[in-house]
């Protein structure tokens, strides 16, 4: 095996010390992301080696606070592939409707746009009274301003656009209201969202659910990190759960991939067997 | 030279260019080859089955954790950016856009750079922008080989002479020599 540059001999330091002193792992990330975001970094913050980072890492508070932030991916969008949402009204609505209660652990919920666009579906299928979404993130900025709700203005064309392809029932504008600037959702989809840190890296299983969703968190992990987040998945669902992963995200390489049939392939839709 | 890999970049009138290039590549070419082509975000890549059906080598959108291997032209997938690991194998992000696109030509040259130095062949094609300027300058910092589309033979000169004017290019080619020189350099 060839020797590593010293790049890259500086990035897994530092991955190494942001585990050791602030607890979030990201050594079992893939490489080729994890370097552009830190690379990214250096640049925005005017350094020359990623050297100098690890100095700021440890003994500079915010630097660190935006070094963490940019690790994780905060890009989001309501009802993102709406072929999805489409695919959840026709294919995962029928099998919420046997439960009389319904538990929807959404991981990796970043700004929540997501957790919002499922609210959304199931309120206008009926079923919200009786859903409670756990919401999680690690990264606790980007679930403080979930929590919000408000979004900007210049989006509401797309997600308007996103949500009719999706099969929206209603009119989007009846799920915000908005000023210049900013629209801010209805407190009634609020009403039944936990929001809640967790961290798919280093905390265990969270809870027993019916619903897991997971969309494009798992594209950046290593396969040995994916296998045991699947296991993590595998554990927390109910006999008959159901698991959604982004549209290009597999269980090709996972362990698991005998103990889930598929619900809607295409769409990454897999139900777990009795 | 043993050149390992070749990425290709492309925008607006990018089918018809890549129409001219890939179909006339032999079954064993013995490069992969990876493209970025800016589609909307929405598109579900239906012309990868019928760039399939025209080409010799086998035509498929990147998944990720796939092995990148000789015999195959991998499409990045709309709305995912592609990476090279070291490894050979693809990475998909779904980070912001850069230069207003995703996926982003810029960042599967810089990886691919990295992962492949000076085995990697990049070409930039047609195209109304910017992209793949700085991720072409990233394969000649490598020691790799860049290649760009004569802009006069290009629907869209833009993305041309952007990675002209960012570095000293090796080769600018007319769209219908560059399937000729590709076939010659390996």
């Known amino acids: 095996m060839a020797a590593k540059d010293s790049t890259e001999i500086e990035i897994d330091l530092l991955l190494e010390a942001i585990y050791q002193k602030y607890g979030y792992d990201f050594r079992q990330y893939s490489d080729a992301h994890i370097k552009r975001r830190i690379m990214n970094r250096m640049v925005l913050s005017g350094y020359n080696t990623v050297s100098e ?33 489409r ?75 996103n949500y009719q392809a999706s099969g929206g029932r209603s009119a989007f504008s009846d799920y915000y209201t908005a000023d210049d600037n900013m629209a801010i959702i209805g407190q009634n989809l609020k009403k039944n969202i936990v929001w809640a840190n967790h961290n798919l890296v280093t905390d265990s299983v969270f809870a027993e659910v019916h619903m897991i969703l997971c969309r494009n968190v798992l594209i950046y992990f290593k396969r040995e ?50 | 030279m043993g050149y390992e890999a070749i990425v290709i970049g492309v925008s607006s009138g990018g089918l018809n260019a890549l129409m001219k290039i890939l179909p006339f590549l032999p079954e064993n070419y013995p490069c992969p080859i990876v493209v970025v082509q800016h589609v909307s975000p929405r598109s579900d ?23 990148i291997e000789r ?87 833009s993305m041309p002479l952007y990675a002209i004017s960012a570095s000293s290019v090796d080769h600018i080619l007319p769209l219908d020599e560059i399937s000729g020189f590709l076939k010659g350099l390996v």
């Open chain 1, 87 to 161: 695919s959840v009204r026709e294919k995962i609505v029928p099998i919420l409707k046997t439960y009389p209660f319904i538990k929807i652990w959404h991981a990796g919920c970043s700004t929540g746009e997501e957790a919002y666009s499922m609210a959304i579906l199931l309120t206008e299928e009926g079923l919200m009274e009786r859903t409670t979404i756990y919401a999680t993130d690690f990264n606790q900025r980007a679930l403080d301003e979930a929590k919000q709700g408000i979004f900007s203005n210049n989006l509401i064309k797309e997600y308007t656009s």
């Open chain 1, 225 to 274: 990190l994916q296998n045991k987040v699947h296991r993590m998945f595998y554990e927390s669902l109910i006999n008959g759960g159901v698991l959604c992963l982004g549209s290009k995200e597999g269980m090709y390489f996972s362990e698991l991939k005998d103990a889930y049939q598929d619900l809607d392939p295409r769409q990454k839709i897999f139900k777990k067997k009795y």
């Open chain 2, 71 to 157: 015999g195959n032209i991998y499409m990045a997938p709309a709305n995912y950016h592609l990476l090279v690991e070291k490894d050979k194998t693809f990475s998909l992000s779904t980070e912001a856009r850069v230069n207003f696109a995703r996926p982003s030509i810029d960042v599967l040259f810089g990886s691919a750079a990295d992962a492949y130095g000076d085995g990697l062949i990049g070409l930039i094609l047609t195209g109304s922008n910017s992209d793949g300027a700085i991720g072409l300058r990233k394969i000649k910092e490598e020691g790799g080989l860049t290649i760009v589309q004569d802009p006069e033979t290009a629907e869209s000169p």
């Open chain 2, 45 to 67: 890549g239906y012309w990868i089955e019928s760039m399939n059906r025209t080409c010799n080598l086998n035509v498929k959108e990147a998944d990720e954790k796939e092995k």
């Open chain 1, 53 to 85: 980072m690890q100095f700021q890492l440890l003994h500079n508070k915010s630097f660190a606070n935006d070094l963490l932030h940019d690790l994780s991916i905060t890009v989001t969008e309501m009802f993102r592939d709406p072929n999805f949402y």
